[in-house]
């Protein structure tokens, strides 16, 4: 339930990638702390479902189906949330696919569509949001990954995606800072959700498995706290980047 002392009442936020794991949770963290939170992805029932939650409890919720990786799918998502709300304060680039391989297996459709929504999409969907983030001295949120900072074997196309989120966010950075719209980089370390469903390399897939069964992960919680952290600080605080790595978790 949202009083007036929450941090983010008035504030209208996008969270892309809503329908599960880190979106899901960031959208209804949002939503806890007083903003109008639109949320998206592909699947729609799962968008409503979580829409409905975030009402139940007294927020407000507006869903779009949406493929971040299709342009103008990317120009109407932002447009329907102005259209709806008037304005756009928090904008935050989560949707993304972790399609593991070493360079010499891997398929050049799965580095293809991760190039195409975890980094391409990203940014798109950041200069489509920017006009109206300048106008509100607003704020972006970039979800990176550990794997933007350091380049394991078999992250290939993945690391190279999420290294381009930590370039392309410093290089906003320091495009935006002056119109008082802030960046922050959000790196995880292994968080416990559906990322690993869509790995198409077998061996890969079960290592994955594997390290979570061995492993205390982070939950999706843990990141959408860190995610509010950044969000909720006063204007002249702009939290530029956050690695939040498992305790378990060396590299
Ligand atoms: P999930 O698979 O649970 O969530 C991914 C989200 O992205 C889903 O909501 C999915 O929705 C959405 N998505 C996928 N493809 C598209 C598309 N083409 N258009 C729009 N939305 C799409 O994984 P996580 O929550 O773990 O991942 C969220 C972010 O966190 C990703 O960027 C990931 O790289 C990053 N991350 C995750 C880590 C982890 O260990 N889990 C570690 C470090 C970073 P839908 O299928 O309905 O479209």
């Given at each position: 339930m949202t009083s007036a002392n929450s941090p983010l009442v008035g504030k209208v936020a996008l969270v892309t990638?809503?329908?599960?794991?880190i979106g899901e949770a960031t959208a209804a963290a949002l939503a806890e702390a007083g903003a109008k939170v639109a949320v998206a992805a592909r699947r729609a029932d799962r968008l409503q479902a979580l829409a409905g939650r975030i009402e139940k409890t007294g927020g407000k919720a507006l869903t779009i189906e949406a493929d971040i990786a299709k342009d103008g799918d990317v120009t109407a998502m932002v447009d329907k949330v102005v259209a709806q709300w008037g304005r756009l304060d928090i904008l935050v680039n989560n949707a993304g696919i972790m399609l593991l391989s070493p360079a010499a297996e891997a398929s050049l459709e799965d580095w293809r569509r991760m190039i195409e929504l975890n980094l391409l999409g990203l940014m798109a969907t950041t200069k489509a949001a920017l006009p109206h983030l300048k106008t509100a001295k607003g704020h972006i949120v970039n979800v990176s990954s550990v794997a933007g900072r350091v380049a394991n074997p078999g992250a290939t196309g993945y690391a190279a995606t999420k290294f381009g989120v930590v370039a392309f966010s410093e290089s906003l950075r320091r495009e935006v800072y002056a119109d008082k719209v802030r960046v922050t980089v959000i790196e995880p370390g292994?968080?416990?959700?559906?990322?690993?469903?869509?790995?198409?390399?077998a061996e890969f897939k079960a290592g994955l498995e594997n390290r979570l069964a061995t492993m205390e992960a982070l939950t999706a919680g843990d990141i959408a706290n860190a995610i509010l952290y950044a969000v909720s600080q006063?204007?002249?605080?702009?939290?530029?980047e956050i690695l939040i790595r498992p305790t378990d978790q060396e590299r």
């Open positions: 990638g809503a329908s599960s794991g292994l968080v416990r959700t559906e990322l690993g469903d869509h790995i198409t390399n006063p204007p002249r605080v702009n939290v530029n």
